[in-house]
């Protein structure tokens, strides 16, 4: 018997599927677990669901499915946008067949962790066919796609999105906007009757993405309300939305934004969407651990310690030359790098940036014997070699675009506006991919390459495909990812870093293909103390690279001392973005101890769980990362301003075990103090250097510590270990 409701209940998630009346899914709860429920529960739950009819609107209770249908009477943002010549542009899908993997009782079919239904509906009429793939993960986070398949005579599809309820009660919105070295600047509003939408029509994910759309209960923190975000995993165009309407009913969704005519389909062509993620918690903290936990249980989630990297992008720039760069090398191991990316200006003609993409041969002239010695002097230290590519991209002024000026994306007979010198390479044109893929497979046979920078470092504007002119930035996006695939199955243990401008290309797509995001070209650490702060609400942190750059900021032109540079970047994907033979002795010194010490924590910097406290005042944020076991954590106290008050009082630290008792250390490296009186608390043990304090966790979360006096732009470090359990 088909399953009229099914319940997916895993990583203290619950989502509720109606499948009544053989329509279209929709989601009568989908928030915190329900428990072990009977099929009379579901029936009733899925009763509460059913609004009454209100005046003035269709006699049916209308219901809003996961593909929503106008034919419900719903007046919200259909799913399915598209016509054949006028027609079909308004179907009623009706399921035809429900797979779930497991038999339903008395019409419920119950999944628990990695649930996955299958849903396949019809419209006859429309000559069109839906199939949903709908999974709850064992972390409890929700992902959807839809497929459509066109029966009939050719199909124009301009829409396929997907939407998830979300609760009358959640009317507040957070999303990110940014731009380049500022991404994922967080914005709040309310969520008015109406469209709350952000467009990502850039070609690529955008600086200014929203990166997670969420709605949650008025007030909601890191530790309070609950939440609901929508993310669209896709590099392309794109859209995320919430939506209210005037009857209450509240979604929220996205999906790829299809440009005019881009998605044509003849009889029996289909198309799929992106998956659509939908990410329940308990406050922004249990949301971003939920997301987490689920990336890290990937099997292609990186699992040995996350190398620590120099890049000598700011150390040298264009300008490469052997014997710097090899005095890189020497300063980079001697700290305690383990891994040295050689950036933008090795190939052909690449001076600086206004010539050379495209032409992915090393420069003779640089290089005359290859990048092999630079490589053999970097792995003789003990180092991995990365190398940076941009491989959908070409400057105007290449030997590749002068050879097929017709592999430039292009529309109306006309090239695009240039940015940054360069234009993009269809990678949709089969033999402009082969060209790409085979000089790319061609220096990684010939050099010892164990990581990739994969930049991308412009927009996709008029992205046509000659000579037609036709949309392309759908084909493109799935290029560029089928090129990262093909890549790493023939390089098997090949990483691949998502670069585009800094942090323009930062999704759930592109990380089923890489395995760390730049997360900005801005190293300035206030700058990443909110950048690491928010990308985090996505990305686990080690995901995110994170480097220790020099003491003058080249972005922002503000200084910082190299504590602060470090404590901000010791908590991601470590790095060193510095011209190391320019640095003092004493300098050298405290990064190899700042890198010694990110080595010996990593396990739990890398695996434990991310904790944020709300903030007791805006200049003081508390974070910290906690080991899934509760033995030991890291907290970081952050002065990101001065305050009108000093000092600033108890802080509460969450995330511990209650019933444990532990001792809290400050971390003795660095001089957050500068020389200011540290509160008595940190040598309760009477001893020459401080020793910290024994409280229970319970203590710590409800109590809390003074928290010291401190300079702004400076970090104070807290280790956290587990003394004893108690009684
Ligand atoms: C982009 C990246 C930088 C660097 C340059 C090289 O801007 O974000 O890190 O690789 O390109 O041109």
């Given at each position: 018997m088909r399953p009229e409701l099914i319940h997916l209940t895993a990583g203290g998630v619950s989502v509720l599927l109606d499948l009544r009346g053989g329509q279209l899914p929709t989601i009568a709860h989908w928030g915190e677990s329900l428990g072990a429920i009977t099929p009379m529960e579901a029936d009733a739950i899925a009763l509460t669901d059913v609004r009454p009819v209100a005046p003035s609107s269709p006699d049916e209770p209308m219901r809003v499915a996961v593909v929503p249908?106008?034919?419900?009477?719903?007046?919200?943002?259909?799913g399915l946008s598209g016509s054949r010549d006028g027609q079909a542009w308004s179907p009623w899908f009706r399921v035809t067949d429900v797979q779930t993997g497991v038999d339903a009782v008395e019409g419920l079919a119950t999944l628990a962790a990695g649930g996955a239904v299958r849903v396949v509906a019809r419209d006859d009429t429309a000559e069109l066919q839906l199939e949903l793939a709908i999974e709850l993960s064992d972390a409890g986070v929700l992902r959807a796609s839809a497929t459509l398949v066109n029966l009939g005579p050719t199909y124009r599809l301009d829409e396929l999105s997907l939407a998830f309820p979300v609760p009358a009660r959640a009317r507040e919105t957070l999303d990110f906007a940014g731009r380049w070295a500022k991404e994922r600047t967080p914005q709040r509003g309310t969520l008015p009757v109406g469209t709350h939408l952000r467009e990502g029509r850039r070609g690529r994910t955008g600086a200014d993405a929203a990166t997670m759309l969420i709605v949650g209960e008025p007030g909601f923190g890191f530790a309070r309300g609950e939440v609901w975000g929508v993310h669209v995993g896709f590099s392309g165009n794109h859209q995320h939305y919430a939506e209210r309407l005037a009857g209450g009913e509240q979604v929220i969704g996205g999906g790829e934004l299809l440009l005019p005519g881009e998605l044509v389909l003849h009889t029996g062509d289909s198309y799929r969407t992106p998956w659509i993620f939908g990410v329940y918690g308990g406050g922004l903290d249990d949301q971003a651990q939920r997301l987490h936990r689920h990336l890290r249980a990937r099997p292609q989630h990186p699992r040995r310690p996350r190398p620590v990297t120099l890049n000598v992008w700011e150390a040298v720039y264009f300008d490469h030359d052997f014997r710097k760069l090899a005095a890189l090398a020497d300063r980079a191991a001697a700290v305690g790098v383990e891994r040295y990316v050689l950036d933008d200006g090795w190939f052909r003609h690449r001076r600086d940036a206004r010539a050379g993409l495209g032409d992915w041969y090393v420069d003779e002239e640089i290089w005359p014997a290859g990048l092999t010695p630079l490589i053999d002097h970097v792995r003789s230290l003990g180092m991995e070699f990365g190398l940076w590519f941009e491989p959908e991209m070409v400057n105007p002024d290449s030997d590749l675009a002068r050879a097929h000026p017709e592999w430039i994306m292009q529309t109306g007979g006309r090239l695009p506006v240039e940015a940054r010198h360069q234009q993009v390479l269809n990678l949709g044109i089969p033999e402009a991919y082969r060209y790409v893929r085979d000089r790319m497979v061609d220096l990684l046979s010939s050099n010892e390459i164990a990581y990739i920078k994969w930049d991308h470092n412009r927009d996709l504007v008029d992205a046509g495909t000659a000579p037609s002119g036709a949309p392309g930035v759908h084909d493109q996006t799935e290029a560029a990812y089928r090129l990262m695939a093909e890549l790493k199955e023939r390089f098997p243990g090949l990483e691949i870093e998502s670069c585009s401008s800094g942090g323009?290309?930062?999704?759930l797509g592109v990380i089923e293909h890489t395995?760390?995001?730049?997360?900005?070209?801005?190293?300035?650490p206030l700058e990443r103390q909110e950048m690491m702060r928010w990308t985090q609400q996505l990305l686990p942190p080690e995901l995110l690279g994170a480097h220790i750059a020099s003491e003058y900021s080249h972005t922002t032109h503000r200084t910082h001392d190299l504590g602060f540079r470090a404590a901000s970047a010791l908590f991601g994907h470590l790095g060193v973005e510095w011209d190391l033979t320019t640095a003092r002795e004493t300098e050298l010194r405290q990064l190899a101890e700042w890198i010694a010490f990110h080595r010996e924590n990593r396990a739990l910097l890398h695996g434990g769980e991310l904790v944020r406290m709300d903030p007791m005042d805006p200049t003081l944020w508390v974070s910290g990362v906690v080991a899934t076991d509760r033995s030991r954590a890291l907290y970081a106290f952050a002065y990101v301003g001065r305050s009108d008050a000093a000092p600033l009082g108890r802080v509460t630290l969450r995330g511990l075990d209650d019933d444990t008792l532990y001792r809290v250390v400050p971390v003795a490296l660095g001089d957050p103090s500068g020389g200011r009186p540290v509160p008595p608390w940190f040598d309760a043990g009477g001893a020459d250097t401080p020793t910290g304090i024994e409280l229970t966790g319970r203590t710590l979360r409800t109590v809390g510590v003074q928290a010291p006096l401190s300079f702004p732009d400076r970090v104070w470090l807290f280790q956290v270990d587990a003394a004893a359990p108690r009684g």
């Open positions: 249908e106008q034919r419900t009477g719903w007046t919200g943002r259909p323009a290309r930062v999704d395995d760390r995001v730049w997360v900005s070209d801005c190293n300035d």
